[in-house]
């Protein structure tokens, strides 16, 4: 029966709870000092829970044990506060990182997410919902609070930036956790353990050319391309979506055939760790040059669709600007620059040539790069690239390669620090405890995978000498996307399995 309330009838009533106050939150990566707030206030209403928030602003909750488990080993459940906020154009009021998400069901219908009121997901209004990794803070909370619950002492890490490269794990001071086994709640498939994870880089590269007087007799442009699926630049990179700024480099690339093209302005995708879904660049070019640029674009278009059959949605899109720009990169230096994007490896780079530890991981990618983000601010233009790597070498030669790619165009590369990959142990203690949970409340066995995604186990395994650690989840679709959404039933499951967990390493 439906509802106004998406929420209405959800079990457990209260991890779900937690999260509709959550989408009332803005919590955008740099921005959670109000979650942070909400965790605090709740630990301390509660008697015997204590809070801290350490010089980075994770939160960090010590949570007692269940009567008569108070002398069994801590146990830390741990989650990232932050969330990847993206809006459509046309999302009106709803935006994340205003603390403005509406919440509504939907069903899975050919492989997306339809507006259903008696469907078996919950997703946003044409915005990012937040299940990742809002879903596994909520469950910290719940089963904290659930008295039903049997645990040893728990200690709940709320991290921060996990998002935008881990700055709360890496300022994470490990002296602080008592615990030597790990649960990472952050993983996006019911009935799979995750084991293993990629390493991650960010690089910014950073070019500039002085603008050049706009020519008398010319029109400016407005470029775009929108409407594409976007996702996540790790688990989505294999599945043939198109990279909106590469989309639009490719675009532009035919626009500069018909005449002198100056370029304005170009910008696209965020945050870095997300496939763009949406590019817009402003351009100059002589008035008569205007009907073949239709042509072009239009060309360029068709061989878009053509080439990626899975975007239905694809919006190439030609406009006049209001008023002629006064002044644009010379066109041999807009040659420049759009050979930059387009020179910018993108996608998958090589499949993992490890052996498989179950058909969950075969066809795992081991090296991808996503060309993130692209921005322009007066001279200066601004690419941000996310690149991933189960292999470390693989990782330094991608990066390696987007320096020389800079170095050829005349700018400047600046990579970041190295969020470190999680080697797969199938086989620990915590892997077989959670495996052994899952069957016995299933009747099955879970899988067991690593993913070609970033995952805080990476860094907290280095960190923490002797630490033990899995990572499940519910099913979450499209996550980084504005068709993120979560499966209901599986939040159930995954809610379960870890109390069930955590039962049986307290017993």
Not at 121 to 147: F, Q
């Amino acid at each position: 029966m439906s509802t106004d309330d998406p929420f209405a009838g959800l079990e457990p009533q209260a991890l779900w709870a937690h999260f509709a106050d959550f989408t009332k939150i803005a919590r955008p990566s740099g921005r959670e000092g109000l979650i942070g707030d909400r965790i605090v206030a709740w630990a301390q209403a509660r008697p015997g829970f204590v809070a801290e928030r350490d010089k980075v602003g994770n939160v960090i909750v010590q949570v007692p044990a269940s009567p008569g488990r108070e002398g069994k080993p801590a146990a830390i459940l741990q989650g990232h506060l932050d969330m990847v906020c993206k809006r459509e154009p046309t999302a009106g009021p709803y935006d994340p990182e205003q603390g403005h998400i509406r919440v509504i069901r939907a069903k899975k219908q050919g492989g997306q997410l339809v507006d259903d009121p008696n469907g078996d997901w919950i997703r946003a209004d044409k915005t990012t919902l937040g299940a990742d990794d809002g879903i596994g803070v909520a469950a910290m909370l719940a089963i904290a609070e659930d008295r039903a619950a049997v645990h040893g002492p728990l200690e709940l890490l709320f991290t921060v930036g996990e998002e935008v490269g881990f700055t709360g794990a890496y300022g994470l001071d490990p002296s602080r956790l008592r615990g030597r086994t790990y649960l990472n709640l952050d993983s996006e498939e019911e009935g799979v353990l995750t084991i293993g994870s990629a390493g991650y880089r960010e690089t910014a590269l950073s070019w500039s050319r002085p603008l050049a007087p706009t020519p008398a007799g010319s029109v400016g442009m407005k470029l775009s391309v929108t409407g594409l699926r976007g996702g996540h630049s790790g688990v989505n990179i294999n599945s043939g979506r198109l990279n909106a700024v590469r989309a639009l480099a490719r675009v532009l690339q035919e626009a500069k055939t018909v005449g002198a093209l100056g370029l304005v302005s170009v910008a696209g995708g965020h945050p870095a760790n997300a496939i763009p879904s949406d590019a817009k660049a402003d351009i100059v070019l002589p008035a008569q040059s205007e009907a073949q640029l239709r042509g072009a674009v239009e060309g360029a278009r068709a061989v878009l669709a053509e080439q990626y059959p899975t975007e239905a949605n694809l919006r190439v899109n030609v406009e006049a600007l209001s008023a002629v720009p006064t002044a644009a990169f010379a066109v041999d230096d807009t040659t420049v620059l759009i050979d930059l994007l387009r020179a910018i490896p993108t996608g998958v780079i090589a499949m993992s040539q490890k052996i498989a530890m179950s058909p969950k991981m075969a066809g795992l990618v081991e090296t991808s790069n996503n060309l993130g983000e692209v921005s322009t601010a007066g001279a200066e233009v601004t690419i941000v690239c996310s690149t991933r790597s189960s292999v470390a070498a693989a990782l330094e030669e991608v990066t390696g390669t987007l320096v020389s790619i800079a170095e050829l165009a005349g700018a400047k590369a600046t990579p970041g620090q190295v969020s470190p990959g999680w080697d797969p142990q199938p086989s620990s203690p915590i892997v077989d405890l959670v495996k052994r949970a899952y069957h016995r409340l299933y009747g099955s066995d879970p899988g067991v995978a690593a993913v070609h995604a970033g995952l805080e186990c990476g860094l907290m395994v280095t960190k923490v000498h002797g630490l033990d650690a899995v990572s499940f989840g519910p099913t979450v679709h499209e996550a980084h996307s504005t068709q993120e959404g979560v499966e209901i039933a599986s939040v159930k499951k995954f809610y379960d399995l870890l109390a069930a967990a955590l039962a049986d390493f307290s017993t």
